[in-house]
Protein backbone atom coordinates (compact mmCIF):
# COMPACT_ATOMS: atom_id res chain seq x y z
CA UNK A 1 0.00 0.00 0.00
CA UNK A 2 1.43 3.34 -1.04
CA UNK A 3 1.33 6.49 1.04
CA UNK A 4 -1.54 7.87 -0.87
CA UNK A 5 -3.24 4.75 -0.44
CA UNK A 6 -2.76 4.73 3.05
CA UNK A 7 -3.95 8.17 3.86
CA UNK A 8 -7.22 7.19 1.48
CA UNK A 9 -7.82 4.27 4.08
CA UNK A 10 -6.81 6.54 6.83
CA UNK A 11 -9.71 9.53 5.89
CA UNK A 12 -11.91 6.50 4.50
CA UNK A 13 -12.12 5.53 8.31
CA UNK A 14 -12.15 8.92 9.63
CA UNK A 15 -15.45 9.47 8.17
CA UNK A 16 -16.79 6.34 8.87
CA UNK A 17 -16.11 7.26 12.24
CA UNK A 18 -17.70 9.93 12.53
CA UNK A 19 -20.59 9.30 11.07
CA UNK A 20 -21.08 6.58 13.66
CA UNK A 21 -20.74 9.01 16.28
CA UNK A 22 -23.42 11.29 14.95
CA UNK A 23 -25.74 8.46 14.52
CA UNK A 24 -25.01 7.48 17.75
CA UNK A 25 -26.17 11.07 19.78
CA UNK A 26 -29.26 12.48 20.17
CA UNK A 27 -27.56 16.10 20.41
CA UNK A 28 -27.96 17.77 17.83
CA UNK A 29 -25.19 20.23 17.99
CA UNK A 30 -22.63 16.87 18.69
CA UNK A 31 -24.42 15.57 15.57
CA UNK A 32 -24.14 18.80 13.50
CA UNK A 33 -20.13 18.84 14.77
CA UNK A 34 -19.30 14.92 13.97
CA UNK A 35 -20.91 15.42 10.60
CA UNK A 36 -18.68 18.87 9.36
CA UNK A 37 -15.63 16.27 10.80
CA UNK A 38 -16.74 13.60 7.99
CA UNK A 39 -17.48 16.20 5.89
CA UNK A 40 -13.63 17.30 5.85
CA UNK A 41 -12.86 13.42 5.91
CA UNK A 42 -13.81 13.13 2.45
CA UNK A 43 -12.47 16.25 1.17
CA UNK A 44 -9.09 15.01 2.48
CA UNK A 45 -9.66 11.54 0.85
CA UNK A 46 -10.55 13.41 -2.66
CA UNK A 47 -7.48 14.91 -2.16
CA UNK A 48 -5.19 11.92 -1.75
CA UNK A 49 -7.33 9.71 -4.63
CA UNK A 50 -6.50 12.72 -6.97
CA UNK A 51 -2.62 12.39 -5.86
CA UNK A 52 -3.40 8.48 -6.38
CA UNK A 53 -4.63 8.94 -9.84
CA UNK A 54 -2.00 11.93 -10.68
CA UNK A 55 -5.23 13.75 -11.63
CA UNK A 56 -5.61 17.35 -11.00
CA UNK A 57 -5.92 17.98 -7.29
CA UNK A 58 -9.05 19.22 -6.24
CA UNK A 59 -9.51 23.15 -4.97
CA UNK A 60 -11.02 22.65 -1.47
CA UNK A 61 -12.11 26.33 0.36
CA UNK A 62 -10.78 26.92 3.36
CA UNK A 63 -13.36 26.19 5.86
CA UNK A 64 -13.46 28.35 9.32
CA UNK A 65 -14.59 24.83 10.97
CA UNK A 66 -14.10 26.91 13.98
CA UNK A 67 -16.30 29.52 13.52
CA UNK A 68 -19.66 27.22 13.18
CA UNK A 69 -18.27 24.86 15.48
CA UNK A 70 -18.18 27.37 18.16
CA UNK A 71 -21.70 29.18 17.46
CA UNK A 72 -22.81 25.01 17.58
CA UNK A 73 -21.05 24.46 21.51
CA UNK A 74 -23.33 27.90 22.30
CA UNK A 75 -26.20 27.04 20.81
CA UNK A 76 -25.78 23.51 22.75
CA UNK A 77 -24.99 25.20 26.24
CA UNK A 78 -27.85 27.68 25.90
CA UNK A 79 -30.60 24.71 25.00
CA UNK A 80 -29.20 22.37 27.65
CA UNK A 81 -27.23 23.97 30.10
CA UNK A 82 -26.75 20.80 32.51
CA UNK A 83 -26.36 18.46 29.39
CA UNK A 84 -24.41 14.89 31.07
CA UNK A 85 -22.71 12.65 28.93
CA UNK A 86 -21.54 8.87 29.42
CA UNK A 87 -17.62 8.18 30.13
CA UNK A 88 -18.28 5.79 26.71
CA UNK A 89 -19.12 9.21 24.91
CA UNK A 90 -15.52 11.02 26.37
CA UNK A 91 -13.86 7.73 25.24
CA UNK A 92 -15.34 7.73 21.72
CA UNK A 93 -14.31 11.02 21.26
CA UNK A 94 -10.55 10.58 23.20
CA UNK A 95 -10.11 7.92 20.09
CA UNK A 96 -10.79 10.59 18.03
CA UNK A 97 -8.41 13.26 18.92
CA UNK A 98 -5.74 10.46 19.21
CA UNK A 99 -6.40 9.78 15.41
CA UNK A 100 -6.63 13.05 14.55
CA UNK A 101 -3.14 13.71 16.32
CA UNK A 102 -1.46 10.41 14.92
CA UNK A 103 -3.14 11.59 11.25
CA UNK A 104 -1.25 14.85 11.58
CA UNK A 105 2.03 13.14 12.56
CA UNK A 106 1.78 11.33 9.44
CA UNK A 107 1.04 13.95 6.72
CA UNK A 108 3.85 16.16 8.16
CA UNK A 109 6.07 13.37 8.01
CA UNK A 110 5.51 12.41 4.45
CA UNK A 111 5.11 15.73 3.83
CA UNK A 112 9.00 16.00 4.27
CA UNK A 113 9.34 12.99 1.90
CA UNK A 114 7.62 14.40 -1.16
CA UNK A 115 9.08 16.44 -4.03
CA UNK A 116 6.19 17.53 -6.17
CA UNK A 117 5.52 20.95 -4.54
CA UNK A 118 1.68 20.87 -5.18
CA UNK A 119 1.43 17.48 -3.52
CA UNK A 120 4.08 18.64 -0.19
CA UNK A 121 1.90 21.75 0.31
CA UNK A 122 -1.28 19.50 -0.09
CA UNK A 123 -0.40 16.98 2.64
CA UNK A 124 0.94 20.18 4.96
CA UNK A 125 -2.55 22.01 4.07
CA UNK A 126 -4.08 18.50 5.18
CA UNK A 127 -2.04 17.93 8.54
CA UNK A 128 -2.58 21.42 9.64
CA UNK A 129 -6.71 20.88 9.25
CA UNK A 130 -6.29 17.47 11.17
CA UNK A 131 -4.21 19.74 13.89
CA UNK A 132 -7.62 21.67 13.46
CA UNK A 133 -9.91 18.90 13.97
CA UNK A 134 -7.59 17.91 17.22
CA UNK A 135 -8.60 21.52 18.43
CA UNK A 136 -11.68 21.09 18.00
CA UNK A 137 -12.30 17.43 19.48
CA UNK A 138 -10.44 18.63 22.55
CA UNK A 139 -12.90 21.38 22.78
CA UNK A 140 -15.40 18.37 22.29
CA UNK A 141 -14.18 16.66 24.74
CA UNK A 142 -13.95 19.22 27.61
CA UNK A 143 -17.53 20.74 27.05
CA UNK A 144 -19.05 16.91 26.98
CA UNK A 145 -16.65 16.82 30.37
CA UNK A 146 -17.36 19.99 31.84
CA UNK A 147 -20.52 21.32 30.32
CA UNK A 148 -21.72 23.69 32.83
CA UNK A 149 -18.20 26.06 32.41
CA UNK A 150 -17.11 24.90 29.28
CA UNK A 151 -18.76 28.60 27.50
CA UNK A 152 -17.84 30.85 30.70
CA UNK A 153 -14.28 29.21 31.27
CA UNK A 154 -11.74 30.59 28.56
CA UNK A 155 -9.13 27.86 29.56
CA UNK A 156 -12.17 25.47 28.23
CA UNK A 157 -12.90 27.56 25.29
CA UNK A 158 -10.11 27.65 22.97
CA UNK A 159 -11.49 27.65 19.36
CA UNK A 160 -10.58 31.21 18.24
CA UNK A 161 -7.03 30.84 19.69
CA UNK A 162 -3.87 29.87 17.73
CA UNK A 163 -2.98 26.51 18.59
CA UNK A 164 0.58 25.06 19.60
CA UNK A 165 1.98 22.22 17.61
CA UNK A 166 1.18 18.54 18.68
CA UNK A 167 3.49 17.28 20.84
CA UNK A 168 4.07 14.09 19.12
Given at each position: ????????????????Y??D???????????????????E????????????????L???PS?????????????????????????????????????E????????E?????????E???????A?????????????????????????????????????????
Open positions: MNVYEYAMKVEKEGEKYRLAQKTEDMGLKQVLTMLADEVKHYATFEAMLGRAPPSTVDIFKGAKTIFQKMKATNPTAVFTKEQVDFYTHALALEKSYAFYIKAELLEDAEKAAFLRIEEEKQHATLLENLIEYITYPERWIEDAEFNRLSEPRAPLSL
